[in-house]
């Protein structure tokens, strides 16, 4: 699904900003299966793609008739700069990116924590220009003891899950809210606000 990245985070032809993604899901569990008792998974990707292209949905396995050409998983390790990563000793990469590390396949809990101030220079030329798109998407994965006895029972195998995202502009000064805001309107999305503050009248 098309994501609405604000554009008030667009920097010198560039995207920047701090991406945190925490998902959490209720796995299909089955302990028959002894160390693949966890049955289930959900792949998360969050990254850019350069234009949309039309698919086959005859074809095996393509549900979807939209697909992206160009795309990258921002949420890859590989594409940012050690040195960068390194010299950032602020407080997101002390208290958020060491727990990058939750995001391996059939663990329940994910995190993810980038900056894209910390991508390596060829890979901000290639994935982060101003008019790339955005995209999120999440997949659900089954074991192929759980796919066969879907079949066998004919019914789909599902999963319960809970995702957060944030974007953050270390600066403090793009107004995130409002454009993500705006833009969840303009794809379609549901949605409804969050109230981070209450109002306590205290009388003597």
Same mark, same amino acid.
């Given at each position: *699904?098309?994501?609405? *990245? ?17 998902? +959490? ?24 793609? #350069?234009? /949309? ?6 074809? @095996?396995?393509?549900?979807?008739? +939209? ?6 998983? &921002?949420? @890859?390790?590989?594409?940012?700069? /050690? @040195?960068? *990563? ?11 990116? %060491? ?5 391996? /396949?059939?663990?329940? +809990?994910?995190?993810?924590? =980038?900056? &894209? ?8 030329? !290639?994935?982060?220009?101003?008019? /790339? ?8 994965? $089954?074991?192929? !003891? ?14 319960? $899950?809970? %995702? =957060? %995202?944030?974007? @953050? ?6 107004? =995130?809210? #409002? ?11 549901? !949605? ?5 503050? #209450?109002? =306590?009248? +205290?009388?003597?």
């Amino acid at each position: *699904m098309d994501f609405p *990245m604000p554009k008030s985070l667009i920097k010198n032809g560039f995207y920047t900003g701090q991406i945190i993604a925490t998902l +959490v899901y209720e796995p299909i569990l089955d302990p028959s299966q002894g160390i693949e008792y966890c049955q289930s998974n959900v792949d998360l990707k969050f990254g850019t793609y #350069n234009s /949309k292209t039309t698919r086959d949905t005859q074809r @095996r396995g393509i549900l979807n008739p +939209v697909g992206r050409q160009g795309s990258q998983n &921002l949420f @890859r390790g590989s594409l940012y700069s /050690k @040195r960068l *990563m390194r010299e950032n000793s602020g407080d997101f990469a002390l208290r958020e990116r %060491l727990l990058i590390q939750y995001g391996d /396949k059939y663990y329940p +809990v994910k995190k993810y924590a =980038i900056d &894209l101030s910390e991508l390596s220079e060829a890979n901000k030329q !290639h994935y982060t220009t101003a008019d /790339k798109c955005w995209y999120l998407s999440l997949r659900g994965l $089954f074991r192929e !003891h759980t796919e066969q006895k879907a079949v066998l029972e004919r019914n789909t195998p599902s999963q319960d $899950f809970c %995702l =957060i %995202l944030t974007v @953050r502009d270390p600066a403090e000064s793009a107004p =995130i809210y #409002n454009d993500i805001t705006q833009g969840l309107d303009s794809y379609n999305f549901w !949605h409804s606000n969050i109230k981070l503050t #209450n109002d =306590i009248a +205290v009388t003597n």
